[in-house]
Structures are given as C-alpha cells and as structure tokens.
C-alpha cells in the first residue's frame, strides 16, 4: 500500500469520524473495522473531545489515533492541528489545547516548563514519548542498492570534504560495491525542521563533536543544495542521479528510493521496525518519573548490534494533574488508545511502532494523568 494512499484513507476516515457529535460514554465499542488491538483495551471515554495541536511529524499517526479513538468511543472525537513544535507548546501552555505536540521535550531554560506548570495549575507538564519516527538516509546511486554508510562518511559528505561517490571512506564501507566515480550531490531542508535538529544531533553525538553544528536549521558548511519540506527534498533524490539527504522515513518508502543501512560500530544496520525499536528499547530516560524524556544521545551514540540509530520522538505534552475531571478522563482515553495503535500500520504510516517495554512505561506515565 502506498504511503500517501493510505494517508489519505486515514484523514478521509478521521475527518468522517470528527465530524460526529460528542455524547459521551464509558462504553467502549468493538473496534470493527479499525484496530483489532483495541479489543481487549478498557477506557472511560469521557464526553469531552479532545484537543492538541503542534509538530507535523506525527500528524499521520494522529489520523490514526483519531479515526481508532472515534470507534473505540462512539461519539467522541480528536482534534489535532499540525502547526510545528513551537506553536504546539505555546498552545498548550495558553490552554488552548488538551495537549501540545514537539518533537522535543520542554524546555526550562526557555521558561517552558514553568510555563506549563502554571497552565497545570501548579503541577507539572510531563513530556510523553507517543510516536517514533525514523530518519532515513536515502540515495540515489544508478546500479548501487545496497549502501551502508555511517556518521563521519555523512558528516564528511555534508562538510564538503568527501565529494565523490567512489571516495576510499565510502569504499571501505562497502568492499563489494561497484561505486561509481560521480559528484555526490548532497540535499538538505532549507526551512526549520526538527528533522534537521535530530539529524544534526546524530552527527554531533556519533562523530564525537567532529560536527559542530546543531538546532532545526541545517548548516552544511556551504555545500549541496536546500529545498523546504520533506516532499521537495524527497522529489529532488529521486530526480536527481548522485544525490543523498536525510527524511522522515515515509517519504522514500513512498517513493521506492534507496535507503542506506547505517554502521555504528558492529556492523551495517537495516533501517527495520525491529533495529529501530532496538533502539528505543536500549534508550536512557533523563526525565523524572512519569516525565519520560528520552535521552536521544544515548541512541545516536549507540553501538549495540543490529540498533538503527536516526530517529526522532514526538512527545505529547499533558497535564500531570490540573485538568478537569472529565477533561483527564478523555486524554487519558485517548492517549491509551494512541499508545495502543495497530504495528503494521504505524509501520504503513512511516512510524516505527512502540516496543513493549517502552510502551508499557508510556501507558503508565498516561494512567497516572489525574
């Protein structure tokens, strides 16, 4: 099925289903023709709809969690605007929304977790990892469809210092590769993206400070060529011969592009749903409690075998206490179905789904919401 086909299956259906009335229940309803995991899932539903707005990132994953949680609790809806992290949180602490969506957790030096405390009503703001998204390196190289690559061949590409495709770095990586002798025409997100804010991460963490840069606007020392959004950057792979750029995972799945297998140390890594949960599974918290803050740098730096090390975590921000009564009722409903969301087709979406364990701690920090 094709990522967008079935994208847009999901928003028609979600739109469908937000369009009903909100009557309020605790009954839970079979999940028919939605997700058959939900069967066995028990949630008060609540009568209020539910509201969140913010990163872009996971807002195919929102129709999912929307269309599943109008089945699940008939006449209840979600509400999800994409309008990027920033803006999510800003709603969230203005009370504009149930819950704020970015692809980084709060931050105090910047006076928001102060801030959201004080929308909490004193309590504070917990920072729920929901949704995984992995970033894929993907190429265009005629005759090569098995490239591994790893972060100081990237770095070295994106500082202009490795320039063809045939370069001995790249050859050591790949011993049995025909590499051809051509340009490498690198491509990067020329707007603000927490796409670029991870990727910059992944390369400052594995190459150990060897690249300097970070934050959600890509620097590539003056080399290769910026287009806005992940789509332009996806379409100009694809168009282009000798080219290589980082993207949400969906968008060469889409395409049918190549995609490099990362090696961090033990070996070529497939981007999977597996190595990617490997990963997360392996992962640090440096949040406290139910403040489930994901230590990013202990995934980009991972050497553990058969671990995919690029991605993202989108979290929900939520109200540890501080919501009405039947408000909590209905985020904790809908969060609970959202962590519950069928596997195979997060995987259809571009996402990598929640492994048990780690799943397991985020339906906790959401049952503890009050």
């Known amino acids: 099925m094709k990522i967008k086909r079935h994208s847009a299956a999901l928003a028609a259906l979600a739109a469908g289903t937000l369009a009903l009335t909100a009557c309020g229940t605790d009954v839970n309803a079979p999940a028919g023709?939605?997700?058959?995991?939900?069967?066995?899932?028990?949630?008060?539903?609540?009568?209020?709809?539910?509201?969140?707005?913010?990163?872009?990132?996971?807002?195919?994953?929102?129709?999912?969690?929307?269309?599943?949680?109008s089945i699940k609790c008939p006449g209840q809806n979600l509400n999800y605007t994409k309008s990027g992290s920033g803006k999510g949180i800003s709603?969230?602490?203005?009370?504009?929304?149930?819950?704020?969506?970015?692809?980084?957790?709060?931050?105090?030096?910047?006076?928001?977790?102060?801030?959201?405390?004080?929308?909490?009503?004193?309590?504070?703001?917990?920072?729920?990892?929901?949704?995984?998204?992995?970033?894929?390196?993907?190429?265009?190289?005629?005759?090569?469809n098995d490239l591994t690559l790893n972060a100081d061949v990237?770095?070295?590409i994106y500082q202009g210092q490795i320039k063809k495709w045939d370069d001995p770095a790249i050859k050591a990586l790949n011993p049995n590769a025909q590499l051809p002798s051509m340009d490498i025409v690198p491509f990067f997100r020329s707007d603000e993206s927490g796409t670029s804010a991870n990727f910059q991460n992944y390369l400052k963490t594995a190459t150990h400070g060897a690249w300097t840069?970070?934050?959600?606007?890509?620097?590539?020392?003056?080399?290769?060529?910026?287009?806005?959004?992940?789509?332009?950057?996806?379409?100009?792979?694809?168009?282009?011969?000798?080219?290589i750029t980082y993207v949400e995972w969906s968008f060469p799945r889409n395409l049918g592009m190549s995609i490099a297998k990362i090696d961090s140390g033990a070996g070529p890594v497939e981007l999977t749903p597996e190595a990617?949960?490997?990963?997360?599974?392996?992962?640090?918290?440096?949040?406290?409690?139910?403040?489930?803050q994901v230590n990013l740098d202990s995934i980009f730096g991972t050497k553990a075998p058969g671990a995919y090390p690029i991605l993202l975590t989108t979290y929900e921000i939520v109200c540890s206490k501080g919501y009405d009564p039947d408000t909590a009722k209905?985020?904790?409903?809908?969060?609970?179905?959202?962590?519950?969301?069928?596997?195979?087709?997060?995987?259809?979406a571009g996402y990598a789904p929640l492994?048990?364990?780690?799943?397991?701690?985020?339906?906790?920090?959401?049952?503890?919401?009050?």
């Open 33 to 69: 023709g939605g997700n058959p995991n939900l069967n066995n899932v028990q949630v008060q539903c609540g009568t209020k709809p539910v509201s969140g707005e913010g990163s872009s990132a996971q807002k195919n994953a929102m129709d999912v969690f929307a269309r599943d949680y």
């Open 91 to 144: 709603a969230f602490t203005a009370k504009q929304v149930d819950f704020g969506g970015s692809d980084v957790p709060l931050d105090a030096a910047k006076g928001e977790t102060q801030k959201a405390a004080d929308r909490c009503g004193g309590n504070p703001a917990w920072n729920i990892p929901m949704v995984v998204g992995p970033i894929a390196i993907s190429y265009n190289l005629p005759g090569v």
């Open 154 to 156: 990237l770095a070295k």
């Open 213 to 243: 840069n970070e934050g959600k606007t890509f620097k590539s020392a003056g080399v290769g060529q910026g287009r806005e959004g992940s789509d332009q950057v996806a379409q100009s792979i694809k168009a282009t011969p000798g080219s």
């Open 276 to 292: 990617v949960g490997k990963a997360v599974n392996d992962a640090q918290m440096k949040g406290q409690g139910n403040d489930l």
């Open 330 to 348: 209905s985020v904790k409903a809908a969060l609970t179905i959202a962590a519950n969301a069928d596997p195979k087709e997060m995987e259809q």
């Open 355 to 370: 492994p048990p364990a780690f799943k397991d701690k985020v339906l906790g920090a959401v049952n503890a919401i009050s």
